[in-house]
């Protein structure tokens, strides 16, 4: 399977016979922008059960790193599998976790000696690194910022500031937790710098001296390139600044790399791509090829909370952790070197549909962590929504899957093993959906 291939019309009767037994049965709180119900998968291309093949640019919110079913990751899997599923790791020893927990000490953008607390996914991750945070520096304050995405559960919602339908009658919310401004460049009127500068100036002058003292800040909890808010780049200057903020007031950075780390940025992390070292750093999605595993890797010395202070039954399930290293492997072995090559490939197509249709305001990204951010005026930079709305199902119509992020921008996010040939194929499919 290499291409797209649309069968019969969207969605198939199998497909829908499914999506009618789901509404009935399933929460109506989970989003779905297309009637896309999966089958099976190869690569970077997916097959619904009526057969209709589609060229899969989500990766399943960027999870599915290394494509769907990697033979590689599957076999790691399938031989823990046949030695024990699960044995909980944080009453109980086994080899797997250990040796991931070694795997991610040796490429974490942290300094000096690193320690992991595994858990579930990107919230539980969040989650783990309030708690530690606060635990650490015996303080409660917590910034965050305008646009992020940190999970859904009680305290990384308290973090997440990207819509409001997500936060909308769960409150109260955590106490303690004050949202600042992400820099978007392409909105600011004025040079990058001058953006990241405002920003940082905001958290110096007006929330330390109006709102909290900093040291009352246990942590600051940053996306090196924002993900649900619209896949946003700031200037290299503004994550450095909150290092040189934290570090000047003993305050722990939190750098949340759930979507953009694991190679997907072309790097193995996107922090890399700034020089930003962080305290913690929060990772999930991409790291075990689509099995449940979130982790918080920690400077050692902040990591240092005693035996009950926090743990999780399936955290570091045996099964998950086999898969991560298998996909550690994939990545160093040349999956994050396609992705640079490969998304470089891409964003020059794109930057050449920019050129062709007025409708693309903005291209921007790092790796294949790519945001086109749709305008209805380039002048105004008025934002498309309905837009980018219909170009997602004028995509899906034509056998590509996307997401939306942001209010106007689309993500591309798909599995590292997108090839440039597939990569012509995407811009082939968003040109004929701009057109129309």
């Known amino acids: 399977m290499d291409a797209p291939d649309i069968k019969t019309p969207l969605p198939g009767p199998k497909a829908k016979a499914i999506i009618d037994r789901d509404k009935r049965f399933v929460s109506p709180s989970y989003t779905r922008d297309y009637p896309f119900v999966i089958a099976r998968g190869e690569g970077a291309i997916v097959e619904d059960v009526d057969g209709n093949r589609f060229l899969d640019c989500a990766a399943g919110i960027a999870v599915n790193s290394t494509g769907v079913s990697h033979p590689d990751v599957v076999k790691a899997i399938c ?15 086994y080899e797997p976790q250990v040796r991931l927990a070694e795997e991610l000490a040796s490429i974490a953008p942290i300094d000096g000696p690193v320690r992991t607390f595994f858990g579930n996914s990107g919230t539980e991750a969040t ?15 917590i910034i965050a910022f305008l646009g992020s995405f940190h999970g859904r559960s009680m305290g990384s919602l308290s973090l ?9 009658g769960f409150g109260p919310l955590l106490a303690g937790v004050f949202h600042a401004r992400f820099p ?7 040079s990058a710098d001058e953006c990241a500068a405002e920003c940082l100036s905001y958290i110096r002058d007006q929330l330390f001296v109006q709102l909290v003292a900093p040291d009352e800040v246990a942590a600051i909890v940053v996306e090196p390139i924002q993900g649900e808010g619209g896949y946003i780049v700031p200037p290299p200057a503004f994550l450095q600044g909150l290092r040189e903020l934290a570090s000047e007031h003993g305050i722990v950075l939190v750098v949340d790399e759930v979507q953009s780390g694991m190679g997907r940025t072309g790097k193995m992390f996107a922090s890399e791509h700034f020089g930003l070292r ?12 689509g099995l449940p595993l979130g982790v918080t890797c920690a400077r050692a010395d902040v990591m240092s909370w005693p035996a009950g202070a926090h743990a999780s039954t399936f955290g570091g399930n045996p099964v998950s952790c086999a898969a991560a290293s298998a996909t550690i492997k994939l990545l160093k072995d ?10 470089a ?5 794109l930057r050449e549909l920019q050129r062709k249709h007025s409708l693309i305001g903005d291209v921007r990204g790092l790796g294949l962590m790519i945001g086109v951010e749709l305008v209805r005026n380039r002048e105004t930079k008025e934002r498309a929504i309905d837009e980018r709305n219909a170009l997602v199902q004028s995509m899906f119509r034509r ?9 106007n921008a689309i993500r591309i996010a798909p599995p590292l093993v997108l090839t440039r040939a597939q990569a012509d194929t995407f811009l082939r499919v968003m040109d004929e959906a701009l057109s129309e």
């Open 399 to 407: 056998g590509v899957l996307v997401l939306g992020a942001g209010k």
């Open 184 to 190: 978007e460049p392409y909105r600011f009127n004025g």
């Open 160 to 168: 997440t500031a990207s819509k409001a339908i997500q936060r909308r």
């Open 278 to 289: 962080a305290d913690v750093v929060n990772i999930a999605k991409g790291i075990a090829s």
């Open 334 to 343: 040349g999956l994050v070197a396609n992705a640079a090559a490969v998304g």
């Open 79 to 93: 031989d823990q599998a046949g030695k024990f599923i699960h044995m909980s790791g944080t009453d109980f020893y």
């Open 127 to 141: 989650e783990a690194s309030i708690k530690l945070a606060r635990y650490h520096t015996k303080r409660q304050g």
């Open 345 to 349: 490939h891409l964003m020059a197509g």
